[in-house]
């Protein structure tokens, strides 16, 4: 499998490890646990902390199917190469990144490693074109 393709399927573990945040917050207030094995009817006050873990889950959500399409597109079109796995590595450090400063909450942060990731998908797409 390529650098490209590896990437893609970390970013999808990424995805999915994400919202264990969120869980873990949970678990570990009083009443946690019940209402989150519950039917979540009523509101429940969460840590900022945890609200940001599914903020950044919410984003990664958002943002993993283009980085899909782009690494895809590029497998199948013949393009993917030294500059499609090197974008792809730069888009999952930019998503680690921004999930881990998020949830800390520094927001000029988190806006750099955002962008980063962005920058990783504009250089598979440029060569996708090229």
Not at 33 to 56: H, I, K, Q, Y
Not at 63 to 81: E, Q, R, S, Y
Not at 103 to 120: D, E, N, W, Y
Request: aromatic share 10%; with cysteine; glycine share 10%.
């Amino acid at each position: 499998m390529t650098v490209d393709l590896w990437m893609l399927v970390y970013s999808g573990l990424l995805c999915a490890l994400i919202p264990n945040v969120g869980v873990f917050g949970l678990s570990r207030l009083p009443g946690g646990l019940a209402w989150g094995f519950g039917n979540r009817d009523t509101p429940f006050t969460v840590p900022g902390w945890v609200e940001r873990g599914r903020r950044a889950h919410a984003n990664m959500v958002e943002n993993l199917p283009v980085f899909t399409i782009l690494v895809l597109v590029a497998h199948v079109a013949g393009k993917a190469d030294a500059t499609t796995a090197l974008g792809s590595q730069i888009f999952f450090v930019g998503r680690v990144a921004h999930a881990a400063i998020y949830i800390a909450g520094i927001p000029v942060l988190r806006t750099i490693a955002f962008a980063v990731s962005v920058v990783g998908e504009v250089m598979i797409l440029v060569r996708i074109f090229s």
